[in-house]
């Protein structure tokens, strides 16, 4: 009689999510690509001014820029920066859509979002080999050995 190999329901249920993390981060990833990358091509950069900054180490500054003549306001994090009300900073804004702007250039993020998947890519892939190699030696140290 042929012998029927079942697959457990937890072993099925392994498999996909193996590949969920992955799946994730490569839409998180391609998101914030095709978000900031079309701005990232045709960025402007003009000096503005930081107008407050609120929050636990000042995590988010309000500032104004004037670009094509219009005065703007925005609000964003600066990431590299320590501003004070008054500051002058570089302020990054897409030509078409001045209301789109940042403290940063949307270069930066398009690769800052790359780079994150790569870090989170590479994190659960370690976590996956390390969770494989401890159960393979747990199990060789439970089972009895045969002489």
């Known amino acids: 009689m042929p012998s029927i190999d079942i697959v457990s329901p ?8 193996i590949a969920v993390p992955w799946t994730i981060g490569l839409i998180v990833c391609l998101f914030g690509v095709s978000k900031y990358f079309p701005i990232s091509e045709r960025e402007q950069r ?15 500054c309000d500032y104004r820029f004037v670009a094509a003549g219009r005065s703007f306001v925005g609000r964003g994090s600066p990431w ?8 002058r900073a570089v302020i990054y ?3 078409r859509n001045p ?3 940042a403290l940063s250039s949307y270069s930066e993020r398009v690769g800052t979002n790359a780079l994150m998947f790569l870090i989170f ?3 659960v892939s370690v976590i996956f080999l390390l969770r494989y190699l401890f159960r393979n030696v747990w199990a060789r ?3 009895p050995r045969s002489g």
């Open 99 to 101: 209301s789109e702007n």
């Open 10 to 17: 937890a072993r099925r249920f392994r498999y996909p999510m």
């Open 121 to 123: 890519t590479f994190l």
């Open 80 to 87: 590299a920066l320590d501003p004070s009300a008054g500051d």
């Open 46 to 60: 003009v000096d503005g001014v930081i107008v407050a900054c609120t929050g636990s180490g000042r995590d988010r």
């Open 141 to 143: 140290l439970r089972s």
């Open 93 to 95: 804004f897409d030509p």
